[in-house]
């Protein structure tokens, strides 16, 4: 929701829906646990609230200057603008893509739940299908890291901007355009990923970590 409308239908809808089992969710922490795991919740709940916003909102500004041209009698270009690369460019896709691929293994041991079931299938059992074990919340991490970057590099194409820039006759002040300009864009771009991957990495393991600590069930809230 902006000062322009509303956006994001789906999401707000996503959004609402879990809003909307808060109170009940809160006050069952306060009589299951009492008021210092509930005061603690809150606490972490608002700080893991401001620190997405501060991260969703942070991006690294690339200037583009585009230089002046004279098509018949009028001039046209000698502006500036910015090319935004958001921290998080993936937005939660990775999350989901990480989440669904950890439960694969979780399914396939389920369809061979015999007596003389292969070896694997109890690794599985042990390690992948409880998600307050160190191997899946390690593997759940680097999983999410990948398909960050995985996600960055099939959306945002370095190549394709810098030949539009050229096209255009935009620059970035400093770097000569053409391919200089593509190996500029890829470089920020991968180190500005690292932040965001680690973001999404940690806000994931916010819930199981939780889990561990209060030493609750996977019904626990959040």
Do not use: C
């Amino acid at each position: 929701i902006t000062e322009r409308g509303v956006r994001n239908g789906m999401s707000l809808m996503i959004f609402t829906q879990v809003v909307s089992g808060f109170p009940s969710s809160l006050w069952a922490v306060k009589l299951s646990r009492g008021w210092w795991v509930f005061g603690i919740v809150i606490v972490v709940g608002l700080a893991v609230i401001a620190a997405v916003i501060f991260m969703e909102q942070g991006q690294r500004r690339i200037p583009v200057q585009y230089a002046r041209r004279m098509v018949g009698r009028k001039m046209f270009g000698g502006s500036s603008t910015y090319i935004p690369l958001k921290v998080n460019q993936a937005g939660v896709i990775p999350v989901i893509f990480a989440s669904s691929l950890m439960y694969l293994p979780a399914l396939a041991a389920q369809f061979n739940q015999t007596a003389d079931a292969p070896i694997w299938v109890q690794w599985v059992n042990d390690y992948l299908v409880s998600g307050s074990h160190p191997v899946y919340m390690v593997t759940f991490f680097l999983l999410i890291i990948f398909f960050t970057y995985f996600y960055v590099s099939i959306t945002f194409n370095p190549e394709e901007v810098a030949d539009n820039m050229k096209k255009y006759g935009g620059f970035i002040p400093g770097i000569r355009a053409g391919r200089p300009t593509a190996e500029y864009l890829s470089y920020v771009l991968n180190r500005i990923t690292v932040p965001g991957a680690l973001y999404l990495a940690f806000v994931s393991l916010i819930p199981l970590i939780a889990l561990v600590l209060v030493g609750a069930n996977q019904n626990f809230p959040f």
